[in-house]
T-cell receptor
Framework: GAVVSQHPSWVICKSGTSVKIECRSL??????MFWYRQFPKQSLMLMAT?????????EQGVEKDKFLINHASLTLSTLTVTSAHPEDSSFYIC????????????FGPGTRLTVT | AQSVAQPEDQVNVAEGNPLTVKCTYS??????LFWYVQYPNRGLQFLLK??????LVKGSYGFEAEFNKSQTSFHLKKPSALVSDSALYFC??????????FGSGTRLQVQP
């Protein structure tokens, strides 16, 4: 149980285009989803927190107009990187949590974005 | 601000020997501490957590961690390392918003 999937697992896009990454909780309802970014050989940095049906809360320094997060249902959150640039190339990881257990987060396998 | 520090980028240990991966934390209030492991091309996997109670926490795959309040540490341990334990390990602390703040990670290399 508690499986989180991400799609795509790997994407290459051209500079200036937009890319959408999906995060799905497959066997549970996720009231909260988190989006992290991981640079090579570095730690995960929290980008934003989203609750189902609400606007995402972004961490300081994360451009909300560039990284659009939508959490439209209890099983799906999307991250759209708009007007991508090479510096946006990174590993994006989502995690999901249920209301009943705030101490458990279930992580997706990540999406590697390369912007050329 | 809450933070965790993992002072070692890499830990090398021989198979069968005990292993320790270090973590220290800085929080205001009670710390909620976690260990996760990351294998290549796979999501982070939960190992164990400390919320309250016994200072020695037992987790998955034979791992355990000891919460030490006076030293603000939460070191990960295993009595006998396996080659399959080789991976990237992250210590994390839960923030007020219930998100996780991760340490920089420690790569564990277990040699056969």
């Amino acid at each position: 149980g508690a499986v989180v999937s991400q799609h795509p697992s790997w994407v290459i896009c051209k500079s200036g285009t937009s890319v959408k990454i999906e995060c799905r909780s497959l066997d549970f309802q996720a009231t909260t989803m988190f989006w992290y970014r991981q640079f090579p050989k570095q730690s995960l940095m929290l980008m934003a927190t989203s609750n189902e049906g609400s606007k995402a809360t972004y961490e300081q320094g994360v451009e909300k107009d560039k990284f659009l997060i939508n959490h439209a249902s209890l099983t799906l959150s999307t991250l759209t990187v708009t007007s991508a640039h090479p510096e946006d190339s990174s590993f994006y990881i989502c995690s999901a949590r249920v209301r009943q257990n705030i101490y458990e987060q279930y992580f997706g396998p990540g999406t590697r974005l390369t912007v050329t | 601000a809450q933070s965790v520090a993992q002072p070692e980028d890499q830990v090398n240990v021989a198979e069968g020997n005990p292993l320790t991966v270090k973590c220290t934390y800085s929080v205001s209030g009670n710390p909620y501490l976690f260990w996760y492991v990351q294998y290549p091309n796979r999501g982070l996997q939960f190992l164990l957590k400390y919320i309250t109670g016994d200072n020695l926490v037992k987790g998955s795959y034979g791992f355990e961690a000891e919460f030490n309040k006076s030293q603000t540490s939460f070191h990960l341990k295993k009595p006998s390392a396996l080659v399959s334990d080789s991976a990237l390990y992250f210590c994390a602390v839960m923030t007020g918003r219930r998100a996780l703040t991760f340490g920089s990670g420690t790569r564990l290399q277990v040699q056969p």
